[in-house]
């Protein structure tokens, strides 16, 4: 069985490819995959930590508003399609599965050509545009949210768009079992962090958030007397001042089992692989969504559900943020509450579910 994974541009595509893998491993121990992804994304580094085979191939990304890129992106998709047909042929893929990044539609029409079953994965609670591209060529499309099930048609009519309910699955969004696998001790002791000492995660998504940067460096001094510190800037974005006592910066963690283990709050961005990550383990959270995207609906459905704080980015203002972490710090069952609130706001067991349909698409294909 040949299970071909495409997703990239960030991080948050990718976490559910190598989450499905994983189970799809598990009763399927001798499954190939190969993991096709951008030349510039973190995926590629993601990939081989995990032991995944890595292509890139041109991708052309659309952008909703004015630039001049976008006369390029025709190009690179029509590139990406030769690409992609080059490798289905060579890697003689059973079905490929993809989670909705603008490197996914290149692939996508390139399986339908060839009769390889698809199946797509839609995180967000607003379907993004490569998914939607995609629609008509996938066999089956897997949705995290049920407000999602009603976002894509199976099927194409002369005059309406018609869904199959067998199409359009309700799964949940699938998490990495392997980042329950570390204990705070174990994960304190592995960044040289106090055991003594509340610690803060902050997390900006595979490529790094250039305004979350920004703030923690800005209220460091103060925030590093209140809380340690372990902090994701994504790549190219380290800055030069040296870690301290009680601040660890990293480009990209490896190990997000220990990074997670180690928190006690978590700052992060609001896509929806993140979230996942902090419903499951059921974290304490932060959450800043990227102003202007679909991060903003998933976040403030987290505030609607009381499972998470949401902070407007306009709105923060750094000398406050330092006050909010000390007070916070001070309110047990507010945070008990908010852990309790997250660690139902979706589906379990998700990656399963997932793996079962690509597994009976590729025995059949």
């Known amino acids: ?52 085979r890595f292509v890139a191939i041109p991708a052309g990304k659309w952008r909703r508003y004015f630039s001049w890129r976008n006369i390029a992106a025709p190009v690179a998709v029509m590139a990406g399609f030769f690409a992609a047909l080059k490798i289905l042929s060579r890697f003689r893929a059973d079905c490929v599965f993809g989670t909705g990044s603008f490197v996914q539609v290149p692939v996508v029409w390139a399986a339908k050509l060839k009769k390889i079953p698809v199946v797509l994965h839609q995180q967000d609670i607003v379907p993004n545009m490569a998914n939607k591209i995609c629609e008509l060529a996938a066999s089956r499309i897997t949705v995290t949210f049920g407000s999602s099930l009603k976002s894509f048609s199976s099927n194409i009519g002369l ?14 969004n699938p998490f990495r079992e392997s980042y329950r696998q570390s204990s705070r001790e174990g994960a304190l002791k592995f960044f040289g962090l106090s055991e003594d000492f509340p610690t803060l995660l902050v997390l900006g998504g595979g490529t790094g958030s250039e305004f979350i940067n920004a703030l923690i460096q800005t209220i460091r001094p103060e925030l590093t007397k209140v809380v340690q510190v372990i902090h994701s800037t994504g790549s190219g974005k380290q800055k030069s001042q040296p870690d301290g006592d009680n601040y660890r910066s990293f480009e990209f963690i490896d190990h997000m089992a220990e990074a997670y283990a180690a928190a006690d709050i978590v700052l992060a961005r609001g896509g929806l692989s993140t979230i996942t990550e902090l419903s499951n383990l059921k974290k304490f959270s932060i959450i800043i969504p990227l102003p202007d995207s ?48 997250i660690g139902e706001i979706m589906p379990k067991e998700s990656g399963r579910k997932i793996a079962e349909i690509i597994t009976k698409l590729a025995e059949i294909s």
């Open 294 to 341: 679909p991060q903003e609906q998933n976040a403030w459905y987290l505030a609607y559900r009381k499972a998470a704080i949401v902070l407007e980015q306009r709105r923060i203002a750094p000398e406050n943020f330092v006050r909010l972490i000390r007070k916070l710090l001070f309110e047990p069952e507010f945070q008990s509450e908010l852990k309790r609130n």
């Open 159 to 172: 005059f309406y768009r018609k869904t199959r309910q067998d199409k359009i699955v309700l799964t949940g």
């Open 1 to 52: 069985m040949r299970i071909l994974l495409v997703g990239g541009g960030s991080g948050g595509p990718l976490s559910p490819l190598l989450s499905v893998a994983e189970h799809i491993k598990q009763t399927h121990p001798r499954a190939e995959f190969l993991v096709v992804g951008t030349k510039t994304g973190p995926e590629r580094q993601m990939a081989e930590k995990e032991g995944f």
